[in-house]
């Protein structure tokens, strides 16, 4: 009998060593609504920044892809043209590419027979114009990847307030509910902005690489004008 019974009890400490475990799941949604209203005002900001961040980057990299195809044959064209002296017909080979490169080679066929450092002047001056719209809206991008973890920081100070507030008064007696919401707006805030910061840092340099080698072929482009210029009749 006492067998038994010791058989039943084990039994029955096997059955209770079995508690019933609920996995819960926190999708990222909830972890950001779970910072409380400072937490959920600082991640709205930073979606707009990041949403502004994407728009501009992908804006830019098709403006710049646009501007950075050309005609490997353009340049033979516009030589052959002035070599013939055909300027009309190299400023319409100009006008149809309507690239960066190509109205370069236009400001300075507008000034073929001014001397040569006025048309290196005009050049550069047309140059300074196609560089600055390429790099329209860049420095945003600049601006968003080193403000957006500031306000992720900021709000992880507004979350550490708010946990400290809640210790303080409440002579030590806090609500684990309460810290939680501070301690959520602290660490929610600092992922989302280091997130947007980063995604803004890599396409800034992304897109400044792209101008640069468009920056590089208007150089090439100059160069060469300025060359045949020179060369004898």
Do not use: W
């Amino acid at each position: 009998m006492l067998y038994f019974f010791q058989e039943d009890g084990l039994a029955q400490a096997a059955e209770g060593a079995e508690p019933i475990v609920e996995e819960k799941t926190l999708s990222l949604f909830d972890l950001f609504l779970s910072g409380g209203i400072g937490g959920q005002v600082i991640i709205f900001i930073l979606f707009i920044l990041l949403f502004a961040a994407i728009y501009i980057y992908f804006e830019r990299l098709f403006a710049i892809k646009a501007a950075s195809e050309t005609d490997n044959n353009f340049m033979n064209q516009i030589k052959d043209s002035v070599l013939h002296g055909n300027i009309e017909s190299a400023r319409i080979r100009c006008a149809q590419a309507n690239s960066p490169v190509a109205r370069l080679t236009a400001k300075g066929l507008d000034r073929i027979g001014s001397p040569l450092e006025d048309i290196n002047t005009a050049i550069e001056n047309a140059g300074r114009l196609e560089v600055y719209k390429l790099e329209k809206n860049v420095s945003v991008l600049a601006t968003i990847a080193g403000a957006a973890p500031m306000i992720g920081f900021l709000g992880t100070v507004i979350g550490m307030v708010i946990a400290f507030h809640e210790l303080a008064t409440s002579s030590g007696q806090a609500e684990m509910g309460a810290l939680a919401e501070g301690i959520y707006t602290a660490m929610t805030t600092t992922v989302a902005g280091l997130i947007v910061g980063i995604i803004a840092y890599i396409g800034y340099n992304h897109l400044v690489v792209k101008t640069d080698k468009v920056v590089h072929q208007m150089e090439a482009t100059a160069v060469d004008f300025l060359d045949l210029l020179n060369e004898p009749v």
